[in-house]
């Protein structure tokens, strides 16, 4: 079992940056693709971005490339998620989750945490 943790959000304004951490605890994550996942209110959970194991390859959405920023610290059991840019629309509740498949599809991923809420103001 993994068990993850979110931190880092928070309220910020438009233009502002946030640094996201993502703790795992129970098994190691170095085994595991990690995603960011994010759900606004009265809409469904969509992907933010994903990394493989070793933090070879990242994909993104389109709506937060070239502004966000996925990273991780398997020695540190960490995956981390810089915003800049911000915008009023990225406000939600944003999921880190474990999977073994590098996906844009939450479905594929094992396990999640329990979310940290952003919150964009304009």
């Known amino acids: 079992q993994v068990q993850l943790v979110e931190s880092g959000g928070g309220l910020v304004q438009a233009g502002g940056s946030l640094r996201l951490s993502c703790a795992a605890s129970g098994r190691t994550i170095r085994n595991y693709a990690m995603g960011w996942f994010r759900q606004a209110p009265g809409k469904e959970r969509e992907f933010v971005a994903v990394i493989t194991w070793n933090g070879g390859s990242t994909y993104y959405a389109d709506s937060v490339k070239g502004r966000f920023t996925i990273s991780r610290d398997n020695a540190k059991n960490t995956v981390y998620l810089q915003m800049n840019s911000l915008k009023p629309e990225d406000t939600a509740v944003y999921y880190c989750?474990?999977?073994?498949?590098?996906?844009?599809?939450?479905?594929?991923?094992?396990?999640w945490g329990q979310g940290t809420q952003v919150t964009v103001s304009s």
């Open positions: 989750a474990a999977g073994m498949d590098y996906s844009s599809w939450a479905s594929r991923y094992d396990y």
